[in-house]
């Protein structure tokens, strides 16, 4: 009997302890859930001025830059040489500058815009970083040799040239531009034969690069916004799908419709110009048409949307001067923020086309697009919260901080980088392993050899990689299951493009260091 009771004693004890430490469980458990949702609601530190420099972005960076000077015409590249130098001549233009889009020789007016709008941007955003690892000056004197060619490409108001070459003819050919001897057809388009989306483009990238230089050269800044007003207006009174109306570039650079050109360039105006109606003009009944809010989309050359919407939510997030209660501009925030949610892994609205290793992933032709221009947004995302003092937005019933976004950002700039299953950087020039069969003529074709158009082709076909390196050119990318085919002919992965290298430079510039975004670009 005495043994029962001090065994049932014991057993009060115990029940006793385990119902206290469960209660105290459940107290610091709340106690710490308070305390991890009032962290979640209080703003990230805003960033100083540009900090600690990321020896890896930087390096690449520095890479991915040179990339633009190979694709000049007249350059100091060693292996490359003047060329082109006639374009334009046969309607009185000097058409020698601007650069060539990929692996070819042309010059397609409409992706070399958007290059020189993506380029502006990240000059505006992180000009300060870019100038921390001494690369804002290249940055702006490859942006300087697109806008001079854009300026000379408008010859009059309702005029603007989009296009240098044949492309049929450029692709039944594969020689250095050395070499070229081919006549380079002109195309334009104006009142007869408008082209609103390539046009209205053209209009952004001379609008943002006008801000980009309008401290340091206020007579050029006022040229270029000049003719992007004289361009949007082109754009806007004349509206018609270039691709429609000159069906050949639509086998090159289809666009899939021209409202959203047309709300990107009047963002940019209105940030250059402060003039109101722009802005109605996006947020109004405009937006309504051709914002597609809501509806997250893909950020590229040919959809703008994306970038609008982030652009814009610049405005409402740093309290911009006589915009509160625009309903347009609350839509392109909700919007961006609904973009950001498809990007974030753990959102509930995540996009599941990602590679197994993590690569956002939407087209198997130049599949790298996607990703790094979804970065870049992010990354600029992240930062317009940081100083903003924004604690979070909201996925669904998840909420997600700045560094969640660029988190992100990272890991689309590492897997670029190297760390991708196949242990290899898509950025030729970085790492020890990457593309050595770039599709790219001046690359694969020795310095010192004379070839004509079709002779060349030896070159394409040949076993040997490439005996010049095209440093900093971003290639395609991987497929889905995250092969990739190192072959010159094999054009869907291995050749780099121009707007590529814009998205990459922005992307790289951002995580370069961290700084605070600027509130204004005036």
Known sequence: MGKESKSGGCLGWLLAIVILALVVGAIVYAVK?????????KPSPVPGPPGAIDKKYADALKI?????????????????????????????????????????????????????????????EYGDQMAAVNQLEPAQQSLKWITDFLINAHPKDNVLYIQVGDPDLDHKCWERPENMKEKRPLTQVNITVPGTEVAAETAAAMASASLVFKTSNSAYS???????????NFADKYPASYSENIPEVATYYNSTGYGDELLWAASWLYH???????????????????????SPTWFSWDNKNAGTQVLLSRLSLFGAKGVSGNSGLRNYRSSAEGVMCGLLPKSPS???SRTDGGLVWISEWNALQHPVASAFLAALYSDYMLTSQTAKITCGDHSFKPSDLRKLAKSQADYVLGKNPLKMSFLVGYGDKYPQYVHHRGASIPADATTGCT????????????PNVAVGGLV?????????IDSRNNSKQAEPTTYNSALIV?????????SSAVKSFT
């Open 506 to 514: 922005g992307l790289l510039s951002s995580l370069v260091t961290t």
């Open 455 to 466: 002779d060349g082709f030896k070159w394409l076909d040949s076993t040997e990689p490439n």
């Open 350 to 352: 995540a996009t599941s």
């Open 476 to 484: 395609g990318g991987p497929f889905l299951n995250e092969t990739y």
């Open 33 to 41: 859930q308070k305390i991890d949702h009032a962290n979640d609601n």
């Open 64 to 124: 991915a830059m040179q990339f633009f000077d190979i694709q000049k015409l007249n350059n100091k590249i060693s292996w490359r040489g003047d060329s082109g130098l006639k374009d334009g001549n046969e309607a009185n233009l000097d058409l020698s500058k601007g650069m060539y889009d990929a692996g070819d020789h042309m010059k397609f007016g409409f992706p070399m815009a958007f290059t020189a709008t993506v380029l502006s941007w990240a000059i505006l």
């Open 272 to 294: 250059a110009t402060g003039d109101r109606s722009y802005l109605d003009y996006a947020t109004g009944e405009n937006g309504k048409q051709f914002a597609s809010w809501g």
């Open 222 to 232: 006022s040229t270029l916004l000049k003719h992007a007003k004289q361009l949007f």
